[in-house]
């Protein structure tokens, strides 16, 4: 009996043997960038083959290049792109902060909420009593966590040091010298979370 092969979006059958062509659009700058490329490879291992296309250099530049590929998919971070990307009709998998569906694709979402009261739980378990956050103003999902960490810490009978930086801020190296005397100032042992 043959296997019974895949249809792309738009009804196209698969020959034996295909192989999904799929574009990973994922920064690698950061861990969570590499950990989500080493989780998808780990997938594609025990359920492939699969066949990548990653674009290392960001989608704006390579989307010509990009338009050209015989894809049979999509998985992206970068939603900037979303609208060319879900033109081509293929199966698309967004991965995420925001809390925000996308309708119609796959939506992969950070939650949150859930990471900074996790953060706060551990640190109550490792017996601190002084606890401090370190994230980003005006940006969510950092915002998010800071606020779900603070809640937990309140339910607990204690609150949180925080210190936000902005995206105003006026260069990296004032940044760091705020940074560093907010956490000399800190009462120690400090449990702290860092928003990333």
Known sequence: MDRVHPKARGGRRRPPGWVPRVVLLI??????????????????????????????????????????????????????????????GLPTVVVGHSKQEIPEIVNVITDSETIGKMAAEHLLSRGFHEFAFCGFDGIPWSELRGESFRRRLVEAGHDAHFYQTTPESAGWQTELNKMARWLKSLPKPVGLMAAN
């Open 27 to 88: 920064e690698s700058s950061r861990s969570s960038g590499r950990s989500l490329l080493r989780g998808i490879a780990n997938y594609a291992h025990y359920h492939g083959p699969w066949a990548f296309y990653w674009e290392p250099r960001g989608l704006e530049k390579a989307w010509p290049r990009i338009q050209s590929l015989e894809a049979d998919g999509f998985i992206l971070r970068d939603v900037k792109q979303l609208e060319n990307v879900l033109s081509r």
